[in-house]
C-alpha cells in the first residue's frame, strides 16, 4: 500500500469519525431516530478504514492479529451497510423501527458479519484471493441494499417533492452501483478494495452520502413544520373530539354560503341540534362515555346529509348544520324527521345501552335571516321552541318565537332579582292526620312577589327556574328557610311538626344534594325524622339506579322521602320495591273525581292498597269535598292534604292556622255527618 493511499484511507476513516459525530449531536437536537443509525453506520465506517489501513501491516504480526481485524473490518462493514439502511427505511416510512426487531437486527448482522468474514480468511490463500472473495461480498450485499434503499426512498418521499431527498436516494444509488462494481471486481479476482483510485471515489460517495443525510434532515424538518402548521391550523378550524368544523369555520362556511346564495337567489337551512339531557348522562356515566357518544352521535348526524353540506360541532352537546340548495321549506323537514330517527336508534357505549333524543330548530335563508348570525340565533331560538314541547322533535323557526324567548328573558332577569331582593316567600300547607285529628305537619311551597302581578305560584316560573339553572340557588333556599321554619315552630308549639319539601328534577341530579341537606339540617338543629323530601315519580324513573343510590345516601341521614304525584309517571313497581321511600302521595289529578268516576275510585283504591302492602304511608293530596274525605277515610286513606283543610299560608297565618284549628272542626262536622 503506498504512503499516498494510506493517508487517504485515514482521511475517510478520520471523516467518516466526524460525521458520526455529527450525526449524534443532530440527533440529541432533533430526537429522530434515523439519525442515530446513521451516526453508528458512519462509525462502523470509519472502523472499517482503519482496519483496511491497518491489514496489510498485519502481515507479519503475531498469529491472530490479522484474522482478528480481518474479521472486525467485515462485521464493521456490514454493521454500516444494516444501519445505514435501517435509517433510511426509517426516514421513507416516517416512523421508527421497533427495538426489539432493531436488536435482532443487528444481532443477526453481527452473526453474519464474523461468519461470513471467517469464512472467507480460511476459506481463501493469500492477501489477494481475501479482498477479492470479500469484495465480492460485501458488494453483492451493499449494492443490493443500498439500490432498494435508494428505490424505497425515491418511491416514498423524494419524488412527492424535495431536493434533500433526491440527493440523498442519488447518492444510495451510486453506493450501490459502487458496491455492485466492487462484486464485478471480486469476481475477476482483482482485489479492487486496494486499488490506487477506488478509495478517492470512496471519499466522494462518503462526502456525497453525508451532504445527501443533512439535506434529507433539513427537508424532513421542514416537512414537520409544515404538517406541525397545518395540523395547528385544522385544530383552530376543528373540534378535538368528533372532527367536525367548529363554530368559526361552520360561520365562515355560512357567510360564504349565504353570499353565493343571494347572488343565486337560492334557499339554504340552518339546523341546531341539541342532545336532551345529555348532562344527565356526564352525571352518571362520566365524560369518557359521554364523548364516545358524542362521536358516535357527530358519525350518524353525517351520514343523514349530503356531502357538500356542513355539519359542525358548536359547542358541548350542540351541533349545527348547514344545507345548501333546498327547494323548500319541506326538504329542511324531511332532513330533520331522517335525523330524529337515526338518533332514537340505541347507542352501545361499553356495557350500557342508551337511548337519547335530539331536539332540533330549523332557521330558512333568505325567510328567517339574511347574516350568519341572525340564521343561527334565530335556529337557537327554534330548537328552545322544540325543548318547550316535549324535545326529541323540530320546531321551524317564527317571528313569535323571538317574542316568547325575549319573555322568557325577562322573566328569568326578574327571578334573578326577586332572589336577591328577598322576593321569594315561603306558604305552608298543612298535612291532616285523620285518626288523632290534628296537624301534623307541613308542605312548604314557593311563592313569588312579583312586582307587577302580585303573588304568583311555581306554576308561572317554575320551568324558568329550571331552564336557567336559579333551581339551584333557590332550592337550597327553600330547604334551609324551611328546616329552619320548623325548627322554631316545634319550639313554639311544643310539638313535633314535620315538613315536605319538593325536590326538582335538577335538584335531584345534584352531586352534593346530601351535603346540601345535612348542611339544612345542621344549621337549623333540625332532627332528620321530621324533614321529608318530595321526587316526582316520574324524576325517580329516569334513571332508577341513580335514584337508588341517592335515596340511600338521603336516608343514610335519618330523614324520611316521598314519591309526590304518585300514578302520573312511568313508574315500575319492580323499581318501586326497590326505592328506599317512606311515603306516597296520590296524585290530585286523581283525587278530584274519584267520588264520582269509577275509573279513579279504582286507581285510589289500587294505590292506597299498594301502600299499605309495601308498608307505606299514603297521603292523598288535593281534598276539597267532604265525600272525598269520607272516600278516603273509608280506604283507611289517614292522611290528607287539600283546600277542605286550609290553602297554603304564609308563615304568620299558618301559626294562627294551628292555633285555632288545633281540634280541626271540620273533621268533628264530617263524624257527625255520617252518624
Same mark, same amino acid.
Given at each position: 500500500?503506498?504512503?499516498?493511499?494510506?493517508?487517504?484511507?485515514?482521511?475517510?476513516?478520520?471523516?467518516?469519525?466526524?460525521?458520526?459525530?455529527?450525526?449524534?449531536?443532530?440527533?440529541?437536537?432533533?430526537?429522530?431516530?434515523?439519525?442515530?443509525?446513521?451516526?453508528?453506520?458512519?462509525? +462502523?465506517?470509519?472502523?472499517?478504514?482503519?482496519?483496511?489501513?491497518?491489514?496489510?501491516?498485519?502481515?507479519?504480526?503475531?498469529?491472530?492479529?490479522?484474522?482478528?481485524?480481518?474479521?472486525?473490518?467485515?462485521?464493521?462493514?456490514?454493521?454500516? !451497510?444494516?444501519?445505514?439502511?435501517?435509517?433510511?427505511?426509517?426516514?421513507?416510512?416516517?416512523?421508527?423501527?421497533?427495538?426489539?426487531?432493531?436488536?435482532?437486527?443487528?444481532?443477526?448482522?453481527?452473526?453474519?458479519?464474523?461468519?461470513?468474514?471467517?469464512?472467507?480468511?480460511?476459506?481463501?490463500?493469500?492477501?489477494?484471493?481475501?479482498?477479492?472473495?470479500?469484495?465480492?461480498?460485501?458488494?453483492?450485499?451493499?449494492?443490493?441494499?443500498?439500490?432498494?434503499?435508494?428505490?424505497?426512498?425515491?418511491?416514498?418521499? /423524494?419524488?412527492?417533492?424535495?431536493?434533500?431527498?433526491?440527493?440523498? /436516494?442519488?447518492? $444510495?444509488?451510486?453506493?450501490?452501483?459502487?458496491?455492485?462494481?466492487?462484486?464485478?471486481?471480486?469476481?475477476?479476482?482483482?482485489?479492487?478494495?486496494?486499488? +490506487?483510485?477506488?478509495?478517492?471515489?470512496?471519499?466522494?460517495?462518503?462526502?456525497?452520502?453525508?451532504?445527501?443525510?443533512?439535506?434529507?434532515?433539513?427537508?424532513?424538518?421542514?416537512?414537520?413544520?409544515?404538517?406541525?402548521?397545518?395540523?395547528? /391550523?385544522?385544530?383552530?378550524?376543528?373540534?378535538?373530539?368528533?372532527?367536525?368544523?367548529?363554530?368559526?369555520?361552520?360561520?365562515?362556511?355560512?357567510?360564504?354560503?349565504?353570499?353565493?346564495?343571494?347572488?343565486?337567489?337560492?334557499?339554504?337551512?340552518?339546523?341546531? &341540534?341539541?342532545?336532551?339531557?345529555? =348532562?344527565?348522562?356526564?352525571?352518571?356515566?362520566?365524560?369518557?362515555?359521554?364523548?364516545?357518544?358524542?362521536?358516535?352521535?357527530?358519525?350518524?348526524?353525517? =351520514?343523514?346529509?349530503?356531502?357538500?353540506?356542513?355539519?359542525?360541532?358548536?359547542?358541548?352537546?350542540? %351541533?349545527?348544520?348547514?344545507?345548501? =340548495?333546498?327547494?323548500?321549506?319541506?326538504?329542511?323537514?324531511?332532513?330533520?324527521? =331522517?335525523?330524529?330517527?337515526?338518533?332514537?336508534?340505541?347507542?352501545?357505549?361499553?356495557?350500557?345501552?342508551?337511548?337519547?333524543?335530539?331536539?332540533?330548530?330549523?332557521?330558512?335563508?333568505?325567510?328567517?335571516?339574511?347574516?350568519?348570525?341572525? $340564521?343561527?340565533?334565530?335556529?337557537?331560538?327554534?330548537?328552545?321552541?322544540?325543548?318547550?314541547?316535549?324535545?326529541?322533535?323540530?320546531?321551524?323557526?317564527?317571528? /313569535?318565537?323571538?317574542?316568547?324567548?325575549? #319573555?322568557?328573558?325577562? &322573566?328569568?332577569?326578574?327571578?334573578?332579582?326577586?332572589?336577591?331582593?328577598?322576593?321569594?316567600?315561603?306558604?305552608?300547607?298543612?298535612?291532616?292526620?285523620?285518626?288523632?285529628?290534628?296537624?301534623?305537619?307541613?308542605?312548604?311551597?314557593?311563592?313569588?312577589?312579583?312586582?307587577?302581578?302580585?303573588?304568583?305560584?311555581?306554576?308561572?316560573?317554575?320551568?324558568?327556574?329550571?331552564?336557567?339553572?336559579?333551581?339551584?340557588?333557590?332550592?337550597?333556599?327553600?330547604?334551609?328557610?324551611?328546616?329552619?321554619?320548623?325548627?322554631?315552630?316545634?319550639?313554639?308549639?311544643?310539638?313535633?311538626?314535620? !315538613?315536605?319539601?319538593?325536590?326538582?328534577?335538577?335538584?335531584?341530579?345534584?352531586?352534593?344534594?346530601?351535603?346540601?341537606?345535612?348542611?339544612?339540617?345542621? +344549621?337549623?338543629?333540625?332532627?332528620?325524622?321530621?324533614? #321529608?323530601?318530595?321526587?316526582?315519580?316520574?324524576?325517580?324513573?329516569?334513571?332508577?339506579?341513580?335514584?337508588?343510590?341517592?335515596?340511600?345516601?338521603?336516608?343514610?341521614?335519618?330523614?324520611?322521602?316521598?314519591?309526590?304525584?304518585?300514578?302520573?309517571?312511568?313508574?315500575?313497581?319492580?323499581? &318501586?320495591?326497590?326505592?328506599?321511600?317512606?311515603?306516597?302521595?296520590?296524585?290530585?289529578?286523581?283525587?278530584?273525581?274519584?267520588?264520582?268516576?269509577?275509573?279513579?275510585?279504582?286507581?285510589?283504591?289500587?294505590?292506597?292498597?299498594?301502600?299499605?302492602?309495601?308498608? $307505606?304511608?299514603?297521603?292523598?293530596?288535593?281534598?276539597?269535598?267532604?265525600?272525598?274525605?269520607?272516600?278516603?277515610?273509608?280506604?283507611?286513606?289517614?292522611?290528607?292534604?287539600?283546600?277542605?283543610?286550609?290553602?297554603?299560608?304564609?308563615?304568620?297565618? %299558618? #301559626?294562627?292556622?294551628?292555633?285555632?284549628?288545633?281540634?280541626?272542626?271540620?273533621?268533628?262536622?264530617?263524624?257527625?255527618?255520617?252518624?
Amino acid at each position: 500500500m503506498t504512503r499516498e493511499l494510506y493517508g487517504t484511507l485515514i482521511a475517510q476513516g478520520a471523516g467518516a469519525l466526524i460525521l458520526a459525530l455529527l450525526m449524534r449531536s443532530f440527533h440529541r437536537h432533533y430526537g429522530k431516530t434515523y439519525l442515530q443509525h446513521w451516526s453508528g453506520s458512519w462509525l +462502523a465506517i470509519a472502523v472499517a478504514m482503519l482496519a483496511t489501513a491497518a491489514l496489510p501491516g498485519l502481515a507479519t504480526a503475531p498469529p491472530g492479529a490479522a484474522p482478528g481485524m480481518f474479521v472486525l473490518r467485515g462485521v464493521a462493514s456490514y454493521f454500516h !451497510i444494516a444501519l445505514l439502511i435501517v435509517g433510511t427505511v426509517e426516514l421513507a416510512r416516517r416512523r421508527p423501527a421497533r427495538l426489539r426487531a432493531m436488536r435482532r437486527v443487528m444481532g443477526a448482522v453481527a452473526a453474519a458479519g464474523v461468519l461470513v468474514s471467517a469464512a472467507v480468511w480460511f476459506a481463501s490463500e493469500g492477501w489477494g484471493q481475501r479482498e477479492s472473495v470479500s469484495a465480492a461480498v460485501r458488494g453483492l450485499v451493499g449494492g443490493i441494499a443500498f439500490t432498494t434503499a435508494a428505490v424505497l426512498l425515491f418511491v416514498r418521499r /423524494a419524488r412527492e417533492g424535495g431536493m434533500g431527498y433526491r440527493l440523498f /436516494a442519488f447518492a $444510495l444509488l451510486l453506493s450501490g452501483v459502487h458496491d455492485l462494481a466492487d462484486f464485478a471486481s471480486g469476481l475477476r479476482g482483482r482485489v479492487a478494495p486496494l486499488s +490506487a483510485w477506488l478509495p478517492y471515489a470512496e471519499l466522494m460517495l462518503q462526502s456525497l452520502l453525508g451532504l445527501g443525510m443533512i439535506s434529507s434532515l433539513l427537508e424532513d424538518e421542514r416537512e414537520a413544520a409544515a404538517l406541525a402548521s397545518n395540523e395547528i /391550523a385544522h385544530m383552530a378550524y376543528h373540534d378535538a373530539l368528533t372532527g367536525l368544523p367548529n363554530r368559526p369555520l361552520f360561520i365562515d362556511r355560512l357567510i360564504v354560503a349565504t353570499a353565493h346564495a343571494a347572488r343565486h337567489r337560492q334557499k339554504l337551512a340552518v339546523f341546531f &341540534l341539541d342532545v336532551d339531557r345529555f =348532562k344527565e348522562i356526564n352525571d352518571t356515566l362520566g365524560h369518557s362515555p359521554g364523548d364516545v357518544l358524542l362521536k358516535t352521535l357527530s358519525d350518524r348526524i353525517r =351520514k343523514c346529509v349530503r356531502a357538500e353540506d356542513t355539519v359542525a360541532r358548536f359547542g358541548g352537546d350542540e %351541533f349545527t348544520l348547514l344545507l345548501q =340548495k333546498i327547494d323548500r321549506a319541506e326538504d329542511a323537514a324531511k332532513v330533520a324527521h =331522517k335525523l330524529l330517527a337515526a338518533v332514537k336508534e340505541p347507542f352501545i357505549i361499553g356495557e350500557h345501552e342508551l337511548y337519547v333524543s335530539v331536539s332540533i330548530g330549523i332557521a330558512l335563508y333568505p325567510t328567517d335571516g339574511l347574516d350568519a348570525e341572525t $340564521l343561527v340565533k334565530n335556529a337557537d331560538t327554534a330548537m328552545y321552541r322544540a325543548k318547550d314541547h316535549g324535545r326529541d322533535n323540530y320546531q321551524i323557526y317564527a317571528p /313569535a318565537m323571538n317574542a316568547r324567548a325575549l #319573555e322568557k328573558l325577562a &322573566l328569568e332577569n326578574l327571578l334573578r332579582r326577586a332572589l336577591e331582593n328577598k322576593e321569594l316567600e315561603l306558604y305552608y300547607q298543612p298535612l291532616i292526620d285523620l285518626p288523632g285529628k290534628k296537624i301534623y305537619g307541613a308542605e312548604a311551597l314557593l311563592r313569588w312577589h312579583h312586582p307587577d302581578h302580585g303573588l304568583l305560584s311555581p306554576y308561572h316560573f317554575i320551568s324558568t327556574l329550571e331552564s336557567s339553572g336559579l333551581i339551584i340557588p333557590v332550592g337550597e333556599w327553600v330547604l334551609q328557610e324551611a328546616c329552619r321554619q320548623t325548627r322554631l315552630w316545634c319550639e313554639q308549639f311544643d310539638m313535633r311538626l314535620s !315538613i315536605s319539601v319538593n325536590l326538582s328534577a335538577r335538584q335531584f341530579q345534584q352531586p352534593d344534594l346530601t351535603a346540601q341537606v345535612r348542611g339544612a339540617l345542621e +344549621a337549623s338543629a333540625l332532627p332528620p325524622e321530621l324533614l #321529608e323530601l318530595e321526587i316526582t315519580e316520574s324524576n325517580a324513573m329516569q334513571n332508577a339506579e341513580h335514584s337508588i343510590r341517592t335515596l340511600r345516601e338521603l336516608k343514610a341521614l335519618g330523614i324520611r322521602m316521598a314519591v309526590d304525584d304518585f300514578g302520573t309517571g312511568y313508574s315500575s313497581l319492580s323499581y &318501586l320495591k326497590l326505592f328506599p321511600i317512606d311515603t306516597l302521595k296520590l296524585d290530585r289529578s286523581f283525587v278530584q273525581d274519584v267520588t264520582v268516576d269509577a275509573g279513579d275510585a279504582a286507581i285510589a283504591t289500587a294505590v292506597i292498597s299498594l301502600a299499605r302492602t309495601l308498608n $307505606l304511608e299514603m297521603v292523598a293530596e288535593g281534598v276539597e269535598t267532604r265525600e272525598q274525605l269520607n272516600f278516603f277515610r273509608d280506604l283507611g286513606c289517614h292522611r290528607l292534604q287539600g283546600y277542605l283543610f286550609s290553602e297554603p299560608l304564609p308563615a304568620s297565618k %299558618f #301559626e294562627q292556622f294551628v292555633r285555632e284549628q288545633a281540634s280541626l272542626p271540620v273533621l268533628d262536622h264530617t263524624e257527625q255527618e255520617m252518624r
